[in-house]
């Protein structure tokens, strides 16, 4: 259990994408509600992990490498935070992506 107050509320989630499972995401994204900035895909660490990691684009590598400001969330709860990334949920292990204004562009 955590003490996180979380941007958005359960009730306010909808069914936006499915069968993503799950991903990385910081506090930046699901605690302060900044849009996701950055976001890569690697190969998967479990059968569970879709290998998406999402950032603001604004943590320094410190924030990233305290575990207390990243948890693991469905793929939809981060495409509820930030609608802009379902298009990208598609792409292959290898890919990263940073926003350019309204979209993204690769890395």
């Known amino acids: 259990m955590t003490n996180k107050k979380f941007k958005k509320l359960a009730h306010e989630f909808k069914s936006l994408v499915h069968g993503y499972g799950g991903c990385f995401a910081t506090d930046h994204v699901t605690v ?3 849009k996701v900035g950055y976001m890569y895909r690697e190969e998967p660490d479990g059968a569970y992990d879709s290998g998406w990691r999402f950032f603001s684009g604004e943590e320094t590598q410190e924030y990233v490498d305290d575990p ?6 469905d793929v939809n709860t981060i495409a509820n935070y930030d609608p802009a990334i379902i298009p990208y949920l598609d792409s292959p292990y290898g890919s990263a992506f940073r926003r350019r204004g309204n979209d993204f562009a690769p890395e």
Do not use: D, H
């Open 32 to 34: 302060q509600g900044r």
């Open 68 to 73: 207390n400001n990243i948890m693991v969330y």
